[in-house]
């Protein structure tokens, strides 16, 4: 009897990189359906992407993840590029099909999956975001493909946040508009889905986002991308606020679970691949 020893092959290219933490949720879930799949974490750095987008091509890997710095950096390696990402103008993951590299972007498309786990969709509501870098970017342009009505863009850098509302105000059917970080913020009353998306708090920074905590009402759902610690300070402040909140594990484990879907062609086992990630903390 003939056997096939030969793994399909996934994996994530990042500077840093040690600390991250997708491996585990994407073996987890190979394991689970019984699949000769690997995902290696493999230190990447700047300058060398060129020639690994290449060995993704001569390994016949069925795809990669790039982190920082590679997201933006890859574009040019790649054959085609998924709707969203185009407009994102980042890729967070690439699919290999018949040869060529595609571009996707499922940063964006985990938050709003981990909304939806919460029984909230972004369609008609109003967003504020913290932070307007690759990852603020990706959930403002996939709120307002979900049907967001307006996306607020809360930034320190004027000219990043005014660029980031400039495109999803032109390139999607949401109102959109930037907003200059000033002391002590208060976040819009209007504000229906809050979102942190800088790297504040993110370990082993304990800080706040330098917002008005009483601003924050019941009506409103925080949430935060950074995953490591998932209770953040600025959840906390919100909790205790009374308003629900959302942890970045659930994007993390989403965006898991959509390349699971794009690289095997399956269904992610998404409780295994949740429980897995959950031990790591
Ligand atoms: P970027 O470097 O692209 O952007 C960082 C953003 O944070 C910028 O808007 C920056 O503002 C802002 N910022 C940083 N420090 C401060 C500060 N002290 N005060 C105010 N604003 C600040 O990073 P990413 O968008 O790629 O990543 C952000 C976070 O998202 C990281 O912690 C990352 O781990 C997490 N992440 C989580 C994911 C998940 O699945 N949960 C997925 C992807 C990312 P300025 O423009 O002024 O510099």
């Known amino acids: 009897m003939s056997k096939n020893y030969r793994a399909e092959l996934t994996g994530c290219f990042g500077c840093p990189i040690d600390e991250n933490p997708t491996g585990v949720l994407m073996e987890a879930g190979y394991a689970a359906k019984n699949l000769n799949y690997r995902y290696l974490t493999i230190r990447l750095e700047d300058g060398q992407l060129e020639t690994a987008m290449k060995a993704v091509r001569i390994f016949g890997m069925r795809g990669v993840n790039l982190t920082i710095p590679h997201k933006v950096k ?8 998924s709707p969203a990402a185009e407009i994102i103008g980042a890729v967070n993951t690439v699919i290999v099909r018949d040869r060529k590299l595609i571009g996707e972007n499922t940063d964006g498309k985990g938050f709003v999956r981990s909304l939806a786990d919460s029984g909230i969709s972004p369609a008609q509501k109003n967003v504020a975001i913290l932070g307007a870098g690759g990852a603020a970017r990706a959930i403002a342009v996939e709120c307002a493909l979900a049907g967001a009505s307006e996306i607020t863009i809360i930034n320190r ?27 002590a913020m ?78 095997t062609g399956e269904k992610a086992p998404y409780e295994i ?3 897995a990630l959950k031990k790591e903390f």
């Open 74 to 81: 890859v574009l040019p390696y790649l054959d085609e590029l």
């Open 186 to 263: 208060a976040i819009p009353e209007n504000t229906d889905i809050l979102v942190q998306a800088t790297n504040i708090g993110l370990f082993p920074d304990a800080s706040l986002p330098d917002i008005n905590y009483d601003s924050i009402h019941p009506g409103m759902t925080a949430t935060d991308v950074v995953f490591n610690p998932p209770m953040t300070g600025f959840l906390e402040k919100a909790a205790a606020r009374g308003a629900g909140i959302i942890t970045g594990l659930g994007m993390l484990v989403n965006q898991g679970a959509l390349n699971f879907e794009l690289w």
């Open 157 to 183: 850098t004027p000219a990043r946040g005014e660029e980031l509302a400039r495109l999803v105000g032109e390139k999607t059917a949401a109102r959109a508009r930037f907003l200059p970080w000033t002391d």
């Open 273 to 275: 691949m949740y429980e």
